[in-house]
C-alpha cells in the first residue's frame, strides 16, 4: 500500500511538459552547451534530443562522424529518449530539400506527440528539421537558443540559405537565448530581444585537486604543462602555437579532443607536442587538474568574436591559471583569466602564470569563485523562469474568458502592457511611480485571509512607495473584490492553476523595485509596526544580503522560527516521525534555538512564507526551481543565492504574523508526500547538507 501511494506521487507529481529539443551537436560528441543545458531541462520538462540535422551538404571529411553516428556510440547513456533522424545529405537544392523536410518530419510524428498541447520545441539550428516542424506543426511554445553565427562557418549560397533560415526561426521563436552578447546583439536577431544566457561550467565535476597518482601521459613530463581541452577546429591559432611551442622547448603543449581541421600539421610534429585524442567526458577533470596553464588561444575573427568558450570556465573551476585570446564573452572573468595578443604577450603571460605563485590557495580560490556562480545549473535555471513565463503567458492569450476580466488594449501611461517576458497584467491602479518594494501574493480563494493581511499592510509600509503584485491562481472568486483593498494593484490572472513555485516567479519577472516581498496570504502585520519599511532599512545597510526575513509569530503568541538549518536525518527524524525528543539537540540547532530571536545573522534558509529577496540576487541567480512541488523551493532558493555569494539573513529587528497550517505534518496526507518528494530531489540536487555553528554551510555526500 505505502508503495502504490509512493508510485501514485511520483507519476502526479513529475509529469512534466513535453519538449522536443534539437540540439547542434550529437549527443555522444564531445560535451558542449547543448547537452549541459539537455540534461537539465530534461528535469522539468519530458525530453526527446534530436540529434542534429547538417546545414549543408555531407563533404569527404565528415565520413567519420557519419561512421560513428551511425553505429550508435555514445547514444546508449542518454538519460532520455535519444532521436536520430536519416536524411539524404544534400543540402540546397530545393527538390531534395522538400524531400528531406517531408521525410525528416515523418519520422519525428512517429516518435513524438506533436499533436498534444502543450509542447516546446527547442531550436539550436536553423535546420531543415526545424523548418519543417515550424511549418507543419504547432508547439505551444518555440525556444531558439543561439549559440553560434552558423552562418560564418559557410560562404556563397551555403551562407545566404543559413541566413534566410535562421531569419524564420527567429520570427517564430517566442523566446531567443542567446550564449554570449555579440549573439544577443546580432543582426541576425532582427532586432528581437534575447535573453542572454552564457555558457557554464561542471563546477563540483572539475573542482578537483591534483590526485597523487597522475594520469599515464603527465608521468612522462618533466617541465611544465601548456594544455587545451576541446575540439581542434580553424579557429585555433594555429601559427601562434607553433612559434610558443618552438620558444619554449622545455614546455610541453597538451592537446586533448577531437580533431575537426586539416591546419596544424606542423604543430602536431614538434617533439614537445602531445595530441592525447578525445577522453570520456567524466575523465576531463582528472585530466584538466594537470595542466599548470590553461589556454584559450583562438584567432580573433568573425566566428569566435561570437563565442563564449566553456573550457576557460572548466579551467577555473580547477584552479588552473588560465591564458586567452581577448574575447569579448571572457571580460567578466578579467580578473582571473590572463589576456594576450601579440605572441609576445602571450608568452609573457604563459612565463606569469607557471610561477609558484600562480598557484597559491588565494589565486586558486579566486579562480574557482569566479567558476562556481556561473554553473550550469544556474543558466539553466534562468532559462526555464523565462519559459515558464512565456507558457503562462500563452496560456492567458489561449483562454478567450480570460476569467471574466477585460484584456487590457492601450492602457494609460504605458501601463497594463506586457512585461519583458511577455506577461499580460491588469493594474486596477495605473501610476508611473517605480516602488520602493513589491509585495507579491498568490490567491487560490483563501477568503477569510484577505481582508487583515491588506488592511495592515499599509501601516507597516509607513512612507514606502509599495506595490501589490496579486496573483490570482485560477480562484472560483476573483480578485475584483481584493484589487480596491491596497492603493497600488498589479493583478496576474492564471487561466489554469500554476504551482507554488511557477507563481512566484511570475511574481519575480513582473517585479520592478528593487525589493520583493514573496508572502503567503495567511500573513498579517502589526499596525504599530512598520515591518515592511524596517525590512527595507535592513536590506540597504545590507547591500550583500540577497534574501532576508524577520521574526513570524503565531496569533497565540507562539514563535514560527522562520530561519532554519539545512535539513539532516536527525532532523527528518525529530521533526517528521515524532522523534523530537530523541534528536532534540539537531532539532534546536536546525531552529537556531541557540540563537536570540531579537538578534541578527546568517543563516542557510528562511521559511518561503515570508522571503524578502533583493531582485539583484534574483537576477543573479533566476527563479525557484519548478522541479520542487509546494516544498523546498525556498530551500533550494536560498542555497543557489548563497552560492552566488550573496548572504541570506534573518533580522530579529521587526515581526509579523503567520497563521503557520503545515498540512505536511500529518505522516500519510497528500503533502507529506509532497514534501517527502521534494526532499528526495533536493537530495538529488543538493546531496546532503550540513551547516556551521555559524550559519555557513556544506555539501555531506
Request: proline share 6%.
Amino acid at each position: 500500500m505505502v508503495y502504490r501511494l509512493f508510485r501514485i506521487e511520483y507519476l502526479v507529481f513529475f509529469s512534466m511538459i513535453p519538449m522536443l529539443y534539437l540540439a547542434a551537436v550529437d549527443w555522444a560528441s564531445i560535451r558542449q552547451r547543448p547537452q549541459h543545458l539537455g540534461l537539465r531541462m530534461a528535469q522539468r520538462y519530458t525530453l526527446s534530443y534530436v540529434n542534429p540535422v547538417g546545414l549543408r551538404s555531407i563533404r569527404f571529411g565528415d565520413l567519420g562522424r557519419v561512421a560513428r553516428r551511425a553505429r550508435g556510440g555514445g547514444g546508449e547513456s542518454a538519460p532520455f529518449p535519444l532521436l536520430d533522424p536519416w536524411y539524404v545529405p544534400l543540402v540546397g537544392m530545393p527538390g531534395f530539400d522538400e524531400a528531406n523536410r517531408r521525410w525528416l518530419f515523418h519520422q519525428i510524428a512517429c516518435e513524438f506527440p506533436l499533436d498534444q498541447r502543450p509542447w516546446i520545441l527547442w531550436l539550436c539550428t536553423p535546420s531543415l528539421l526545424a523548418e519543417a516542424l515550424l511549418d507543419r506543426s504547432r508547439p505551444s511554445l518555440v525556444v531558439y537558443d543561439c549559440m553560434d553565427r552558423y552562418a560564418a562557418f559557410h560562404k556563397g549560397r551555403d551562407r545566404a540559405r543559413i541566413e534566410r533560415a535562421e531569419r524564420r526561426v527567429v520570427e517564430r521563436a517566442d523566446v531567443i537565448v542567446a550564449s554570449s552578447r555579440a549573439l544577443a546583439d546580432s543582426p541576425a536577431l532582427g532586432g528581437r530581444e534575447a535573453l542572454h544566457v552564457g555558457n557554464g561550467v561542471e563546477y563540483a565535476a572539475f573542482a578537483l585537486d591534483r590526485r597523487p597518482e597522475p594520469p599515464a601521459w603527465r608521468t612522462k613530463i618533466a617541465g611544465p604543462v601548456i594544455g587545451y581541452h576541446g575540439t581542434l577546429g580553424d579557429w585555433l591559432d594555429f601559427d601562434l602555437l607553433e612559434w610558443l611551442a618552438l620558444q619554449r622547448p622545455a614546455w610541453t603543449f597538451v592537446f586533448i579532443g577531437p580533431n575537426g581541421t586539416r591546419r596544424g600539421g606542423r604543430l602536431f610534429s614538434l617533439p614537445n607536442v602531445l595530441r592525447l585524442g578525445p577522453i570520456p567526458y567524466a575523465e576531463l577533470p582528472a585530466h584538466t587538474a594537470h595542466f599548470d596553464v590553461g589556454i584559450v588561444p583562438f584567432e580573433l575573427n568573425e566566428l569566435t568574436r561570437h563565442v563564449h568558450p566553456i573550457k576557460a570556465l572548466e579551467y577555473l573551476a580547477a584552479g588552473v591559471p588560465t591564458v586567452s585570446s581577448a574575447l569579448a564573452d571572457l571580460a567578466d572573468v578579467a580578473g582571473v583569466v590572463s589576456f594576450a595578443a601579440s605572441p609576445r604577450d602571450w608568452l609573457t603571460a604563459l612565463e606569469a602564470a607557471i610561477e609558484p605563485a600562480s598557484r597559491g590557495p588565494e589565486r586558486v580560490a579566486a579562480r574557482r569563485a569566479a567558476a562556481q556562480v556561473r554553473s550550469w545549473d544556474h543558466a539553466a535555471q534562468r532559462i526555464a523562469a523565462r519559459l515558464e513565463a512565456a507558457l503562462a503567458a500563452r496560456s492567458l492569450s489561449e483562454n478567450s474568458a480570460w476569467d471574466g476580466l477585460p484584456r487590457p488594449s492601450s492602457p494609460p501611461d504605458g501601463l497594463g502592457r506586457p512585461s519583458h517576458d511577455g506577461v499580460s497584467l491588469t493594474l486596477s491602479v495605473p501610476s508611473t511611480q517605480v516602488s520602493d518594494l513589491d509585495v507579491g501574493i498568490v490567491y487560490s480563494g483563501e477568503r477569510h485571509f484577505m481582508p487583515p493581511l491588506l488592511t495592515t499592510m499599509s501601516a507597516a509600509a509607513a512612507d514606502l512607495s509599495v506595490r501589490l503584485l496579486l496573483v490570482d491562481n485560477a480562484s472560483r472568486d476573483g480578485t475584483a473584490q481584493w484589487q480596491a483593498g491596497f492603493a497600488r494593484t498589479t493583478t496576474l490572472v492564471n487561466a489554469t492553476p500554476l504551482g507554488y513555485g511557477a507563481n512566484l516567479n511570475r511574481i519575480l519577472a513582473t517585479s520592478t523595485a528593487p525589493y520583493v516581498l514573496l508572502m503567503n496570504t495567511d500573513m498579517y502585520f502589526d499596525p504599530a509596526e512598520p515591518c515592511l519599511a524596517e525590512m527595507v532599512r535592513f536590506m540597504e545597510a545590507h547591500p550583500d544580503c540577497g534574501v532576508g526575513s524577520c521574526r513570524l509569530y503565531r496569533p497565540d503568541g507562539g514563535y514560527g522560527h522562520p530561519a532554519r538549518r539545512f535539513q539532516t536525518a536527525r532532523i527528518i527524524a525529530g521533526r517528521r516521525f515524532g522523534l523530537g525528543k530523541v534528536f532534540r539537540g539537531s532539532v534546536a540547532d536546525y531552529l537556531y534555538r541557540r540563537r536570540s530571536r531579537f538578534e541578527t545573522f546568517d543563516c542557510d534558509w528562511v521559511s518561503g512564507c515570508f522571503l524578502f529577496v533583493r531582485r539583484a540576487a534574483y537576477a543573479e541567480v533566476g527563479g525557484f526551481d519548478l522541479g520542487f512541488k509546494k516544498y523546498f523551493e525556498d530551500v533550494d532558493f536560498c542555497a543557489r543565492v548563497a552560492q552566488a555569494g550573496w548572504r541570506v539573513m534573518f533580522h530579529g529587528g521587526t515581526y509579523c504574523y503567520h497563521h503557520e497550517q503545515r498540512a505536511s505534518r500529518r505522516l500519510f496526507s497528500a503533502d507529506a508526500w509532497r514534501h517527502a518528494m521534494s526532499y528526495l530531489r533536493w537530495l538529488r540536487k543538493w546531496g546532503v547538507m550540513s551547516a556551521s555553528r555559524s550559519g555557513s554551510s556544506r555539501r555531506v555526500l
